[in-house]
């Protein structure tokens, strides 16, 4: 498994673009088959069920006129468990949403992505955007498999005007924040929201990530989700015991609610942060956001250069698609100044286009997501997009766990290793 390091220039010379993925129910059998554009309709299997990147999404579709483009979109942990099955099945879709990095590299050893290297070529759509972006597209082989059309980034998010009723600021130290805890705690507020209950139990491997590249840096991080190191190391249980620190101020209710849940909490002030991807935006009434604003994870050892999660999203094309000409047609379309504009001014505007002639939404929001990111040393993705879909759910049983019962720590580590052991096996 190849993991590419990310630096802080090439990185922003050419993030950002269209939208993490959004989602429609319906079928996953390919497209219609035609000898020309006007008779072929492409399938687009999209993960983003939210409204406003769904109906983002549709908006760019129906902006499209080189061939007919069905949408179908499936909720986001149906699509991650149904991927493997539509690559692999004799009839896949065309074109589906997913991630850039690891995660893409382990469906294209597997024979299962189209390649695309033509678009990264000569005048290619994607010639012009950063080396960064392309070594995120690009598989074990050398070749290029993925269409990178936005990026976004993590943070602690809140509501200005609940932290303005409370009192309080936003913290710049580990030890601020958990000041700001036993505040908010006094309050009667639940200072941290999770939402990693339900189906996106994924929503912790935000803290275990950011601990880590806090604490051993990205370059460890990366190996460790390759298998180059073990999850019972040391280094390891160091994450967990600065992440024991916080934990009396999670919600009660963190592994419960689903991060669309937590998302009311917080807004409703409930809970007072939340670390969460801008995806959640998407879950919150439009007339919430310009009263968001978040803070970044503090630095724990200034000798450790710093890091930040940027997650790159787009599309990759199924190898078995009988109309290449207008998937890559298609996938060029998405790469496009206009398309992404199109896709982030339908949508809650809190991703970052790819394309580096495309404008973004301009907010404050933004504009202070660019900076934190310029200012990064080095750029991650998140734990799946680091490692494959097939390692997330030991994440997932292990963290989960830990909140649950942090005094199990040792056995939760032993048994993260067997159970990364098997996924590295197969």
Known sequence: MVHSELSRRGFLAGLGGLGAATILGGCATGSSSGSDSNSTTLTVQSSLSDADPKAALTKVVADYTKSKVTLNTIAIESFRAQLPTYLNSGNPPDVLTWYAGSVA?????????????????????????????????????????????????????????????WGVTAPTSWSGLLELCRTLQAKGVAPIGLGAGGNTPWVASSWFDYLNIRINGAPYHRELLAGQSRFDDPRVAKVFDQWRTALPYFDPQGTALTFQEATTSLLQGRTGMMLIGTFFADAAPKDTIPDLDFFQFPVLDAS?????????????????????????????????????????????????????????????????????????????????????????PTADAALVRYIQKPTELSSILTDWQAAAEKVFAS
């Open 105 to 165: 590299r382990d469906y294209a050893s597997k024979g299962f992505l189209l390649d695309v290297s033509d678009l990264w070529t000569g005048s290619g759509a994607c010639a012009g955007f950063s080396p960064a972006l392309k070594q995120l597209s690009t598989a074990a082989d050398g070749k290029q498999i993925f269409v990178p059309t936005s990026y976004y980034w993590w943070g602690f998010f809140y509501r200005k005007s609940n932290f303005a009723k």
């Open 304 to 392: 450790v250069p710093l890091a930040e999660e940027g997650p790159t999203d787009g599309f990759f094309a199924s190898s078995r698609t009988a109309h290449r000409a207008d998937v890559l047609a298609w996938m060029k379309y998405a790469a496009t100044a206009p398309a992404q504009e199109l896709y982030i001014q339908n949508s809650s505007g809190t991703v970052l286009p790819t394309n580096p002639g495309a404008r973004d939404s301009g907010t404050p929001l933004v504009t202070k997501a660019r900076t934190m990111l310029a200012e990064a040393k080095e750029i991650t993705q998140f734990f799946n997009r680091d490692s494959s879909d097939a390692l997330q």
